[in-house]
C-alpha cells in the first residue's frame, strides 16, 4: 500500500529566506506525486505534481519541488519566502495501477513565515 | 469560473439529525471527490465519482454515511443519523478527464453536537 509521510508538523521560517518543506513516500513502481496548499478556511489549492520526466518540477506561487528516486523524496521549495506563504502544506501520492482518483495525502505539515 | 462550489458553508446540528452537504463542481470536469478533514485522522477520501457514477465508496465510513450524483453538475453527501464524531470538515473536490489535478471546494464546517 502507498505512504506518505511529512515529518515536521510545522516549519519555521524568516520572511527571504529558503523554505523546504519534506516529504518522503512509499510505493510500489513510480509514484505520482503532487503538492497542495491549504490557507485558512480555505479549500485545498494545487501547486504541483511529479508524473514523469524531469526530477524537478515548478509550480505556483515560486514553488518547485525535486524528486528523488532513491531517497523517495519529494521535498517542497521556494528560495526566498513571503509571509503570504503562511499556511498548511500537504503532500500526496498516487502508485501507478491504483484507482485514478484515490491519492493518499500526508499529515500536513504547517508553514510560519515571519517578517 | 466560480470553481467548486459548497453548500452550506456551516452547519450545526444536534445528534441524530440528518445532514445534507451539497457540491457544484466545475462545470465540464468529470471527476468528483468527497474528502473529510479532522485533526485527529487529517484529510480523507470518502468516495468518488466518475460520470456520475460512484467508483470508490470505500472510504466512506459506514452506512449512515451516503453519497449521490444525480448529474454532471450536482452532488450531495448525507449522513443519517448524525453522530458528534462526524463534525469535520468536508470538502468536495472536482477533476477533468485524465487530469490529475483536483480543484477543491471551500468546505462545509459540520459541528454535531
Known amino acids: 500500500a502507498q505512504s506518505v509521510a511529512q515529518p515536521e508538523d510545522q516549519v519555521n521560517v524568516a520572511e527571504g529566506n529558503p523554505l523546504t518543506v519534506k516529504c518522503t513516500y512509499s510505493?510500489?513502481?513510480?509514484?505520482?506525486l503532487f503538492w497542495y496548499v491549504q490557507y485558512p478556511n480555505r479549500g485545498l489549492q494545487f501547486l504541483l505534481k511529479y508524473i514523469t520526466g524531469d526530477n524537478l518540477v515548478k509550480g505556483s506561487y515560486g514553488f518547485e519541488a525535486e524528486f528523488n528516486k532513491s531517497q523517495t523524496s519529494f521535498h517542497l521549495k521556494k528560495p526566498s519566502a513571503l509571509v503570504s506563504d503562511s499556511a498548511l502544506y500537504f503532500c500526496?501520492?498516487?502508485?501507478?495501477?491504483?484507482?485514478?482518483?484515490?491519492?493518499?495525502f500526508g499529515a500536513g505539515t504547517q508553514v510560519v513565515v515571519t517578517p | 469560473d466560480a470553481g467548486v462550489i459548497q453548500s452550506p458553508r456551516h452547519e450545526v446540528t444536534e445528534m441524530g439529525q440528518e445532514v445534507t452537504l451539497r457540491c457544484k463542481p466545475i462545470?465540464?470536469?468529470?471527476?468528483l471527490f468527497w474528502y473529510r478533514q479532522t485533526m485527529m485522522r487529517g484529510l480523507e477520501l470518502l468516495i468518488y465519482f466518475n460520470n456520475n457514477v460512484p467508483i470508490d465508496d470505500s472510504g466512506m465510513p459506514e452506512d449512515r454515511f451516503s453519497a449521490k450524483m444525480p448529474n454532471a453538475s450536482f452532488s450531495t453527501l448525507k449522513i443519517q443519523p448524525s453522530e458528534p464524531r462526524d463534525s469535520a470538515v468536508y470538502f468536495c473536490a472536482s477533476a477533468s478527464g485524465s487530469g490529475e489535478t483536483q480543484y477543491f471546494g471551500p468546505g462545509t464546517r459540520l459541528l454535531v453536537l
Open positions: 510505493v510500489s513502481g513510480n509514484p505520482y
Open positions: 500526496a501520492v498516487r502508485a501507478p495501477g491504483d484507482s485514478w482518483g484515490k491519492l493518499q
Open positions: 462545470s465540464g470536469h468529470d471527476y
